[in-house]
């Protein structure tokens, strides 16, 4: 049971460190992500509060937000089948 633990741990660190270095090639300088399982939609901001003064559809799944030209965050419906 131990091992089991141990492994698991070691896999939800190994995905976060991964998550990590993806956040840290992008250029904003910070990220809040938050995830809505029931309804499948993920949040990015890149400034709290976000506060966007434009959305604008990037497709059916995507919307991003905007205050003038700077993007504040970015909002990806049915995220988890774009993940697979």
């Given at each position: 049971?131990?091992?089991?633990?141990?492994?698991?741990?070691?896999?939800?660190?190994?995905?976060?460190?991964?998550?990590?270095?993806?956040?840290?090639?992008?250029?904003?300088?910070?990220?809040?992500?938050?995830?809505?399982?029931?309804?499948?939609?993920?949040?990015?901001?890149?400034?709290?509060?976000?506060?966007?003064?434009?959305?604008?559809?990037?497709?059916?799944?995507?919307?991003?937000?905007k205050d003038g030209e700077k993007i504040v965050g970015l909002t990806i419906l049915n995220a988890s089948i774009r993940s697979?």
């Open positions: 049971m131990e091992a089991l633990i141990a492994k698991e741990t070691n896999n939800f660190i190994g995905q976060c460190v991964n998550v990590a270095s993806d956040i840290l090639r992008m250029s904003a300088a910070q990220v809040w992500i938050n995830y809505d399982k029931e309804a499948d939609v993920l949040y990015m901001s890149f400034r709290k509060p976000q506060r966007a003064t434009e959305t604008v559809e990037l497709d059916d799944d995507m919307l991003l937000r697979k």
